[in-house]
């Protein structure tokens, strides 16, 4: 049988029961009805979606009911399927599967789903298709559950003070999530609180703020607090608030002012770059910004630029400070005439400043002022070699303090060499000594001094000069020959001659050019000889006819150019030999170059006589260093004459006291001779003392042996005996283990400790120190009896 779908009215009902409120039991939604007749067309249903309200409380509410008319009831089994049944969010849907109920199970919630899509299914019994599926939709009406939400708490804006009304300042915005096709979400902006002067408005639709009148001063008030509020449901529903904080931005509508008309100041002379006082301004403007900022001008009253003022950036006063020094003697008072304004220009409508202008009266005060120099540096001449006394130049200054009567005095501070004499009184200065140009404190030929000139003030004040002497050069050198010997062709056609040269000590202009001539004294050296100029400082000389070879002695004039010019005759030793073709000396004249090489046989002599005088020196010394070897050979194996205890003991060996005579037999380290005829006056005190290590059943002492005689066989005598002294057990080897408790017996003089010490209450003897020698008599003089 053809199935058809039908819309029962009770969804009708449904649908408006929910839209208006009011109850409408739901009746049964025949989904599939099947008309009855000869002619059946199948057609599909448009089905209107089912309201149902966001956070309905009456929880489980049932929704529809849907039945289908091709089985009798409870043949039919129904279910559905979608988002809120079996798909996310669950078990928001449910559907009795005998009656076709559909029911709510929860509170919706529009802002998260607007609505549900759902499939309803017929079955019957025994699971089998009864209809086709069909869609049941459910639309989740709004409610105005939400507030509406500012976007920022806190709204800001800036605007010039002056503005005129309806300037743009800010724009506040809100959201609401209800749905915004309904009034719930038709939003509505206003301002609550501005204060007491209403100068800014809102537009309710769009929240943009604007000025609504004139007067906006940013000295006044410079900032405003305001207040918003926004509403749904057109300005009827929910409402939330903001806060809108107004800047107003300053414009430079006051003109900076000084705080008086007149300043008193006072500066001392002579100083520059002081500060000398403050000029107090005043103005209502943002501080730091250009339209605060105060810039100072000196209109009239400073024509030499002595004074400037400078803004203080902290406190924006100005600062009026000296930067030429001023004269007291020239100017006592001066009245400046200063206007002030700022960096930014002044606004059109801007008052004009009562006291934009301000009177400075600067006084100037007296002080102590240095003397000044009438020229500084100075400069002067004196020509070298001057004698003592010769007057250079006189050093002047002056006292500016013209109205102080006060004395000069002149003295040095800086003559290195010690040249200069200074006259106190007059500043007059002297040559004291003869001028060295040799000095290294010459630079250029210019010699510094420092003089300083002094008041007689209390406290004195002093002014430095600086005294630039030049040395003039003076013509007192002579030209020298560069080299006074030469060689030369014998024939004149052969080699180019002799160029000789010439040099000066004395500085130009009085050294080159030099004048080369042969001595007028001896005429005949112009037969044979000439000289021509070669440049200012070189001469040639040439033979005029072949001379034979040897030694010629020429005696040359030489001139400089100074004034008064300087000459002097000196010889030239020229060697004339044979030459060959390349025009130099032939190799048979060598020896006669040799004797022409400058050395004369004077000089020769005095380099012989020096070398020999070396060689006796050297001889000497050796002699000497030989002699003293022998001289310390000797002592070293004759030994001193003297007894033992009259020589410096050797404390670091250890070894026993002054009784301990036998650790080793010191005769044996004498030479041999000497040590023949000591022998038989060696005699021991008492018993010889035994090692600590002698063995009980030691050897007795071995006999003496012969001495030798020989010198070379000194160093076998001196080993031998170390090792008999090693082998006798009756004495400390010397070359083992030292005894350290071992002090000797029955000593005369007792230990050293008994020079400072006291074994009883009396004083100890010590005159048995003089029996020692001379060396401990002062001992005695020291410690003996008085």
């Known amino acids: 049988m053809d199935t058809a779908l039908l819309l029962a009215l009770c969804a009708l009902a449904q649908g408006l029961r929910l839209s208006t409120g009011r109850s409408v039991p739901p009746g049964p939604l025949y989904l599939w009805r099947h008309p009855t007749g000869l002619n059946r067309v199948r057609r599909a249903w448009v089905i209107p979606p089912i309201s149902v309200s966001e956070n309905h409380k009456k929880i489980p509410y049932t929704l529809v009911q849907i039945k289908s008319d091709k089985q009798q009831q409870g043949g039919v089994i129904y279910s559905i399927k979608g988002p809120g049944v079996d798909e996310e969010p669950l078990g928001i849907f449910s559907i009795d599967k005998f009656t076709g109920k559909v029911f709510l199970n929860a509170m919706l919630d529009r802002e998260k789903t607007d609505h549900f899509r759902l499939k309803a299914f017929a079955l019957d019994l025994g699971g089998s298709t009864l209809e086709d599926p069909t869609d049941l939709e459910i639309v989740v009406v709004d409610q105005n559950d939400n507030r509406p939400v500012f976007q920022q708490e806190v709204f800001t804006g800036h605007i010039l003070e002056g503005a005129?009304?309806?300037?743009?300042?800010?724009?506040?915005?809100?959201?609401?999530?209800?749905?915004?096709?309904?009034?719930?979400?038709?939003?509505?902006?206003?301002?609550?609180?501005?204060?007491?002067?209403?100068?800014f408005s809102i537009d309710e639709l769009t929240g943009e703020?604007?000025?609504?009148?004139?007067?906006?001063?940013?000295?006044?008030?410079?900032?405003?607090?305001?207040?918003?509020?926004?509403?749904?449901?057109?300005?009827?529903?929910?409402?939330?608030?903001?806060?809108?904080?107004?800047?107003?931005?300053?414009?430079?509508?006051?003109?900076?002012?000084?705080?008086?008309?007149?300043?008193?100041?006072?500066?001392?002379?002579?100083?520059?770059?002081?500060?000398?006082?403050?000029?107090?301004?005043?103005?209502?403007?943002?501080?730091?910004?250009?339209?605060?900022?105060?810039?100072?001008?000196?209109?009239?009253?400073d024509p030499d630029g002595q004074f400037a003022i400078r803004t203080d950036p902290k406190t924006n006063d100005g600062i009026l400070s000296v930067v030429k020094p001023l004269d007291h003697e020239s100017?006592?008072?001066?009245?400046?005439?200063?206007?002030?304004?700022?960096?930014?220009?002044?606004?059109?409508?801007?008052?004009?400043?009562?006291?934009?202008?301000?009177?400075?009266?600067?006084?100037?005060?007296?002080?102590?002022?240095?003397?000044?120099?009438?020229?500084?540096?100075l400069r002067a001449s004196v020509a070298e070699g001057t004698a003592p006394g010769t007057e250079v130049t006189t050093f002047f200054a002056r006292d500016p303090d013209t109205q102080q009567h006060q004395q000069l005095s002149y003295f040095k501070d800086y003559d290195p060499e010690d040249w200069l004499r200074v006259d106190r009184a007059t500043g007059r200065i002297q040559t004291k000594r003869a001028i060295n140009p040799a000095s290294p404190f010459l630079k250029d030929g210019w010699y510094r001094a420092i003089i300083l000139a002094s008041d007689d003030a209390s406290p004195a004040r002093t002014a430095t000069g600086t005294l630039s002497i030049e040395i003039l050069e003076v013509n007192d050198h002579a030209p020298l020959l560069a080299s006074p010997t030469g060689t030369i062709c014998s024939d004149p056609g052969q080699g180019s001659g002799l160029i000789i040269g010439a040099m000066d000590e004395d500085l130009p202009p009085h050294g080159a050019p030099f004048h080369f001539?042969?001595?007028?004294?001896?005429?005949?050296?112009?037969?044979?000889?000439?000289?021509?100029?070669?440049?200012?400082?070189?001469?040639?000389?040439?033979?005029?006819?072949?001379?034979?070879?040897?030694?010629?002695?020429?005696?040359?004039?030489?001139?400089?150019?100074?004034?008064?010019?300087?000459?002097?005759?000196?010889?030239?030793?020229?060697?004339?030999?044979?030459?060959?073709?390349?025009?130099?000396?032939?190799?048979?004249?060598?020896?006669?170059?040799?004797?022409?090489?400058?050395?004369?046989?004077?000089?020769?002599?005095?380099v012989l006589a020096s070398v020999i005088l070396l060689l006796l020196l050297v001889l000497l010394v050796a002699i000497f260093e030989r002699f003293r070897q022998r001289v310390r050979e000797k002592g070293l194996l004759d030994g001193l004459?003297?007894?033992?205890?009259?020589?410096?003991?050797?404390?670091?060996?250890?070894?026993?006291?002054?009784?301990?005579?036998?650790?080793?037999?010191?005769?044996?380290?004498?030479?041999?001779?000497?040590?023949?005829?000591?022998?038989?006056q060696t005699s021991f005190r008492g018993r010889q003392p035994l090692r600590k290590d002698t063995p009980y059943h030691r050897v007795p002492p071995q006999p003496s042996r012969?001495?030798?005689?020989?010198?070379?066989?000194?160093?076998?005598?001196?080993?031998?005996?170390?090792?008999?002294?090693?082998?006798?057990?009756?004495?400390?080897?010397?070359?083992?283990?030292?005894?350290?408790?071992?002090?000797?017996?029955?000593?005369?003089?007792?230990?050293?400790?008994?020079?400072?010490?006291?074994?009883?209450?009396?004083d100890q003897d010590y005159d048995y120190l003089r029996d020692w020698g001379p060396r401990f008599t002062r001992l005695a003089d020291m410690y003996g009896q008085h």
């Open 209 to 301: 703020i604007r000025t609504v009148q004139v007067g906006l001063d940013r000295e006044v008030v410079g900032v405003y607090n305001l207040t918003l509020q926004v509403a749904d449901m057109s300005g009827e529903g929910l409402t939330n608030t903001a806060i809108a904080v107004i800047y107003v931005d300053d414009i430079n509508d006051n003109a900076p002012e000084f705080t008086s008309e007149e300043f008193s100041m006072k500066a001392n002379e002579a100083f520059g770059g002081i500060d000398v006082g403050r000029l107090e301004v005043q103005d209502k403007d943002l501080p730091g910004s250009p339209n605060w900022v105060a810039k100072f001008t000196i209109l009239e009253g």
């Open 706 to 762: 012969a001495l030798p005689t020989s010198p070379s066989d000194i160093a076998d005598f001196i080993s031998d005996g170390l090792e008999a002294a090693d082998n006798d057990p009756s004495v400390p080897p010397y070359d083992t283990a030292l005894i350290y408790d071992y002090e000797g017996e029955g000593s005369l003089a007792g230990t050293l400790s008994s020079i400072l010490s006291s074994l009883g209450d009396e």
């Open 331 to 377: 100017r006592e008072h001066y009245q400046l005439r200063v206007s002030v304004q700022n960096d930014a220009p002044l606004q059109g409508s801007a008052p004009k400043a009562a006291r934009g202008l301000a009177t400075v009266t600067v006084e100037v005060q007296d002080v102590n002022e240095p003397p000044i120099f009438y020229t500084n540096p």
């Open 164 to 199: 005129i009304p309806g300037t743009y300042v800010t724009k506040a915005e809100a959201t609401d999530a209800d749905d915004p096709d309904t009034d719930n979400a038709a939003l509505r902006y206003s301002i609550l609180d501005q204060g007491e002067t209403e100068h």
């Open 641 to 680: 004459q003297d007894d033992v205890r009259d020589n410096i003991l050797n404390y670091d060996e250890q070894g026993g006291g002054e009784e301990d005579q036998d650790a080793y037999d010191i005769n044996q380290l004498r030479h041999p001779v000497s040590t023949v005829e000591l022998v038989p």
């Open 517 to 606: 001539q042969l001595s007028p004294g001896s005429p005949e050296l112009t037969r044979n000889w000439s000289i021509s100029q070669l440049n200012v400082t070189h001469a040639w000389l040439r033979l005029r006819t072949e001379a034979p070879e040897g030694l010629y002695s020429l005696a040359l004039l030489l001139q400089d150019s100074g004034q008064p010019p300087q000459q002097l005759e000196q010889l030239l030793n020229v060697t004339v030999c044979r030459c060959g073709e390349a025009g130099v000396c032939a190799p048979g004249t060598a020896a006669l170059l040799a004797g022409g090489a400058g050395i004369s046989l004077v000089a020769l002599v005095i």
